[in-house]
């Protein structure tokens, strides 16, 4: 399975990976030979558009059947105007149920065996809370692929999570195209939702996973602040740009200030850690508004910054603007933003010494004897220790910067299992 673009999309593919788990199916390298293929595919971009189409022409020439899913295949025009052969199996995101019908697996004695034996090694999980969207950011063709924003009852909601705490994860991540305007037809917002799946669960931790600023529940703060253990203080709050003006032409719907105030309350939890994703050379930026934005993230306590330099999508409004900023430009903000981001996310880990954490640990190191894990403020963390652990919430005492991680120690040894 190979997948591209965002959660949405992850989500989707955990979804598909238990459906082929359950049917027989054993995973293995994208590279390896292999019955079927799946390419879950994403359009947000041109780019992101033509590397999908790469990655089914690639599935082609490996062998096997190649399904094709995702929002690439839900668009007109997709997957490079949908130049593929006929060979390609489509199956349309929101008929993920459909795809051993499609790959005529759709009879498999096995099922119940392969979910017991998999469900020892899981530990984290995304949880698709809502689809679509109805917000028509002027860069952005989601709302026309992904149609528009449907909430997904409660009731389904709390089930599924008690599943998954029965599965054996310890980590759950609520995703969604537009996650912070989950329950609005319902007349309940997320912060309904996590209160209801804290009060059905008791081992699992839950986490957002990226959210708009716009329509933001301020509720949550309250319910992170009150259950420290069980929600992770960690927001990727997707600010974009910083400059109002630009906001405004992206459609944004919110401006710097609204942001601060987010981030102001948000830093009042104790552990607080705050992502983001950033656009820059978006049409009609001009050079005081790049400098508005790369100010502002210098003066934020911003951990990570994904930055994306802008590329014109067909379809949507901005592809249309005619003052396009040229490819050099937009390519030198973006290296300047990388080159902040990463001192920022050095400066972050480095802040970290010292702190006690709770790490859910996740897999076997790079070196022998160790395992990777994640706190609960989103930093990647190694330990020594053997694959027993896995699976495991535990503390540790953080240390020293090693790469992209840091080094911990665990501390109150007597509970852990043998390793
Ligand atoms: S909020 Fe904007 S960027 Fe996010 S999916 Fe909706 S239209 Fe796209």
Known sequence: MHTLGCRANQS????????????GFEEVEFSQPADVRVVNTCTVTSEADRKSAQVVRRGLRLGGQVVATGCAVATRGGLQGGRLPGSVLRLPPAQSEQLLSLIGADNCPNAQLVDQETAQLRTRALLRVQDGCDQFCTFCIVPYVRGRSRSFPIEQLVEEARRLE?????????????L???????????????????????????????IEPDCFPVGLFDL????????????HLALQHASDRVLERMHRNYDQAHFSRLVEAFFAIPGAC???DVLVGFPGEREEDFLILKRYLRERPFFRLHVF?????????????????????????????????????????????????????????????????????????????????RGHLLRARLGRVSGQAVQAALVRKEFLPDS
């Open 12 to 23: 989707d593919s955990e979804r598909l990976r238990e459906i082929l788990l359950g049917a």
């Open 166 to 178: 029965r599965a054996g994860y310890r980590e759950v991540v609520l995703t969604g195209i537009h």
């Open 180 to 210: 912070a305007v989950w329950g609005r037809e319902l007349r309940l917002d997320l912060s309904h939702l996590l209160e209801a799946l804290l009060l059905a669960t008791s081992r699992v931790r839950f986490r957002l996973s990226s």
């Open 224 to 235: 992170m602040r009150r259950n420290p253990e069980r929600v992770c203080p960690h927001l």
């Open 274 to 276: 705050l992502t983001s």
């Open 309 to 389: 330099p802008y590329s014109p999508r067909p379809g949507t409004a901005a592809a249309r603007f005619p003052d396009q900023v040229s490819v050099e430009v937009r390519n030198r903000r973006r290296d300047e933003l990388l080159a902040l981001g990463e001192r920022k996310r050095l400066a972050y880990l480095r802040a970290q010494r010292g702190c006690e954490r709770d790490v859910l640990v996740e897999a076997p190191g790079p070196r022998q004897g160790t395992m990777e894990g994640l706190t609960e403020n989103y930093v990647p963390v190694l330990l020594r220790g053997g694959p027993a652990l």
